[in-house]
T-cell receptor, first 113, second 109 residues
């Protein structure tokens, strides 16, 4: 079975802190994605990556950056956390074409105070 | 611009009932459509993936259909159980996935 693991299930950070959210997948998938999910807004794509060291902006990249140094790992970085970045963050991976089957991690609930 | 709609937003049914969840999309030029289940506070679990060339997929008590020309997909759940209570989301695959906002299902024992 495909496993997508997000390192932290719950985080509480203060405004201005730098935040790292880590995601690892174990199925050699080429594609990895970061979404955020907010009530009433659904899932919104932040960044995605089709290969190591490659990244593309999604719909809401402002305030975020990503890193993909190894195929299995995709990190989301909040350079200076703000309260409006309080959200559920979901990592996903897929193989093949841009829209192969998506597999999600358990999510990281971030609260910024 | 592709838009994905799921109606109703919430649904309560008695245990044992067969039910249909709906997903509609505005642009028929899609690669595939995927249905997910999400339990509160958790990630999304893939249920079924239908490629654009397919009309339906089945897994256990679940059957998903796809009608690209009319921009619709349905998820049929047979003999619903309380354990089916969750939010069900559909996602349409174009050059990226576009998600609906989900249908929150409650199956009453």
């Amino acid at each position: 079975d495909v496993k997508v693991t997000q390192s932290s299930r719950y985080l509480v950070k203060r405004t201005g802190e730098k935040v790292f959210l880590e995601c690892v997948q174990d199925m050699d998938h080429e594609n990895m994605f970061w979404y955020r999910q907010d009530p009433g807004l659904g899932l919104r794509l932040i960044y995605f990556s089709y290969d190591v060291k490659m990244k593309e902006k999604g719909d809401i990249p402002e305030g975020y950056s990503v890193s993909r140094e190894k195929k299995e790992r995709f990190s989301l970085i909040l350079e200076s956390a703000s309260t409006n970045q309080t959200s559920m963050y979901l990592c996903a991976s897929s193989t093949g074409s841009h829209t192969g089957e998506l597999f999600f991690g358990e999510g990281s609930r971030l609260t910024v105070l | 611009k592709q838009e994905v709609t799921q109606i109703p937003a919430a649904l309560s049914v008695p245990e044992g009932e067969n039910l249909v969840l709906n997903c509609s999309f505005t642009d028929s030029a899609i690669y595939n459509l995927q249905w997910f289940r999400q339990d509160p506070g958790k990630g999304l679990t893939s249920l079924l993936l239908i490629q654009s060339s397919q009309r339906e997929q089945t897994s256990g008590r679940l059957n998903a259909s796809l009608d690209k020309s009319s921009g619709r997909s349905t998820l049929y759940i047979a003999a619903s159980q309380p354990g089916d209570s969750a939010t069900y989301l559909c996602a349409v695959g174009t050059y990226k996935y576009i998600f609906g906002t989900g249908t929150r299902l409650k199956v009453l024992a």
